[in-house]
């Protein structure tokens, strides 16, 4: 991930409905949920809660899927991943922080030193 990227989904991140809605996208897990239901859940306007969803996408951090009637938003775990990976690898110092490779599965596993 180069650091335009990533900068681009942290902007979309920083802002508190943004941040509720992709929150809420990950705890829903890959079937996602539909903007109706994000709208409902945070308190949030349908068009206002739509611009909003509209800025994680183009960041890359949701995706979408039209679903009868509905627009079904869900969050982009490969790109989160990503993220992720770039905070440690090039933000952290290898004493708080660390990513080694499961042999057995192929994951990453991130460590983070005295983080309790």
């Given at each position: 991930?180069?650091?335009?990227?990533?900068?681009?989904?942290?902007?979309?991140?920083?802002?508190e409905?943004?941040?509720?809605?992709?929150?809420?996208?990950?705890q829903?897990?890959?079937?996602?949920?539909?903007?109706?239901i994000?709208?409902?859940?945070?308190?949030?306007?349908?068009?206002?809660?739509s611009?909003?969803?509209?800025?994680?996408s183009?960041?890359?951090?949701?995706?979408?899927?039209?679903?009868g009637?509905?627009?079904?938003?869900?969050?982009?775990?490969?790109v989160?991943?990503?993220?992720?990976?770039?905070?440690?690898?090039?933000?952290?110092?290898?004493?708080?922080?660390?990513?080694s490779?499961?042999k057995?599965?192929?994951?990453?596993?991130?460590?983070?030193?005295?983080?309790?």
């Amino acid at each position: 991930m180069d650091i335009l990227k990533a900068t681009r989904m942290f902007d979309a991140l920083s802002q508190e409905s943004r941040l509720g809605a992709f929150r809420l996208l990950v705890q829903a897990g890959p079937e996602g949920l539909a903007a109706g239901i994000i709208s409902e859940t945070l308190g949030t306007p349908h068009n206002t809660m739509s611009f909003h969803l509209n800025h994680l996408s183009s960041a890359g951090i949701v995706s979408s899927r039209k679903q009868g009637r509905s627009v079904i938003y869900s969050a982009n775990f490969d790109v989160t991943r990503d993220l992720i990976g770039f905070m440690v690898k090039d933000c952290c110092s290898t004493e708080f922080a660390n990513i080694s490779e499961d042999k057995k599965t192929g994951c990453s596993i991130i460590k983070l030193e005295n983080f309790c």
